[in-house]
């Protein structure tokens, strides 16, 4: 059983920064394609990024230029930097692992979620 563990969530104002953390097995960050996705009560799953082991990214459109993706094979950590938070920003945020060669925003195929962060941003 793959464990993954965010880390990171908090409360912040409009504007305001946050890091996200995931922490899980090795050998998912060297040859897995890993993502982030949030949620909010009675709203469909949303993908926010994903990052593939080749390091190709990809971001949602309403996260564009705001949040950035990143991974360190070596700490076993991948990470949501969020910068320029908005109200709309507020979820649970989750990080997932599927395996090669798929890689997408849509959830699907991911075998491996993690236990969720909150994140709230006030105006």
């Known amino acids: 059983q793959v464990q993954l563990v965010e880390s990171g969530g908090g409360s912040v104002q409009a504007g305001g920064s946050l890091t996200l953390s995931c922490a899980g097995p090795?050998?998912?960050?060297?040859?897995?394609?890993m993502g982030w996705f949030r949620q909010t009560p009675g709203k469909d799953r949303e993908g926010v990024a994903y990052?593939?082991?080749?390091?190709?990214?990809r971001y949602a459109d309403s996260v564009k230029g705001r949040f950035t993706i990143s991974k360190d094979d070596a700490k076993n950590t991948l990470y949501l930097q969020m910068n320029n938070l908005k109200p709309e920003d507020t979820a649970m945020y989750y990080c997932?692992?599927?395996?090669?060669?798929?890689?997408?925003?849509?959830?699907?195929?991911?075998?491996?979620w993690g236990q969720g962060t909150q994140v709230t941003v006030s105006s």
């Open positions: 997932a692992a599927r395996g090669p060669p798929v890689c997408t925003l849509t959830g699907t195929g991911f075998d491996y």
């Open positions: 090795g050998y998912i960050y060297s040859s897995y394609c």
């Open positions: 990052i593939t082991s080749y390091r190709t990214t």
